[in-house]
T-cell receptor, first 113, second 113 residues
Framework: KAGVTQTPRYLIKTRGQQVTLSCSPISGHRSVSWYQQTPGQGLQFLFEYFSETQRNKGNFPGRFSGRQFSNSRSEMNVSTLELGDSALYLC????????????FGSGTQLSVL | DQQVKQNSPSLSVQEGRISILNCDYTNSMFDYFLWYKKYPAEGPTFLISISSIKDKNEDGRFTVFLNKSAKHLSLHIVPSQPGDSAVYFCAASGSSNTGKLIFGQGTTLQVKP
């Protein structure tokens, strides 16, 4: 069974640009969550999608948005990039929304110059 | 407001000895706690969890203890092995049915041969 796949693996953008990150969950998983990891801050929850609906949202500005498609694949978008958005963005999937078995992808490392 | 705190950024132990990683939380509504392990360039992987109705959960070399009155949990690894060297994240949730987890900042464990 394939794991959670995130693309691209690395991304370099400049301030003011926008970026779209992609996540393919484990087959059969309907819940997809996104997290931001920065040094010293741990992992911070961005949002969770379940059956194409946003179910939970973290404390991030509106520049961060996401969506989920009917095949459970998810994308997150960051508009008007700031230097502080440089981080590892992790996607996690699970079966019926339970957090015990959150499976994470390897992440997308975003650098904003 | 850091609701989940791991106050030790790093820990170094000798192979074969016990590793104890600590985590404190402030939100009394949390009722589900998890530990994740992360190697460089990989996503976090689930280690062990505990519900608030229990005070101990064991899985092989890993044991998690929960002290609700002190709002404290700990992960014990016995015996520690060099392959256990990684970053360990404590996480908490108000429900077992959500992809939204509140993570601590992480503790880097180094197990010396």
């Amino acid at each position: 069974k394939a794991g959670v796949t995130q693309t691209p693996r690395y991304l370099i953008k400049t301030r003011g640009q926008q970026v779209t990150l992609s996540c393919s969950p484990i087959s059969g998983h309907r819940s997809v969550s996104w997290y931001q990891q920065t040094p010293g801050q741990g992992l911070q929850f961005l949002f969770e999608y379940f059956s194409e609906t946003q179910r939970n949202k973290g404390n991030f500005p509106g520049r961060f948005s996401g969506r989920q498609f009917s095949n459970s694949r998810s994308e997150m978008n960051v508009s008007t990039l700031e230097l502080g958005d440089s981080a590892l963005y992790l996607c996690a999937s699970t079966t019926v929304g339970g957090n015990e078995k959150l499976f994470f992808g390897s992440g997308t490392q975003l650098s904003v110059l | 407001d850091q609701q989940v705190k791991q106050n030790s950024p790093s820990l170094s132990v000798q192979e074969g000895r016990i590793s104890i990683l600590n985590c404190d939380y402030t939100n009394s509504m949390f009722d589900y706690f998890l530990w994740y392990k992360k190697y460089p360039a990989e996503g976090p992987t689930f280690l062990i969890s505990i519900s608030s109705i229990k005070d101990k959960n064991e899985d092989g070399r890993f044991t998690v203890f929960l002290n609700k009155s002190a709002k404290h949990l700990s992960l014990h690894i016995v015996p520690s092995q060099p392959g256990d060297s990684a970053v360990y994240f404590c996480a908490a949730s108000g429900s077992s049915n959500t992809g939204k987890l509140i993570f601590g900042q992480g503790t880097t464990l180094q197990v010396k041969p």
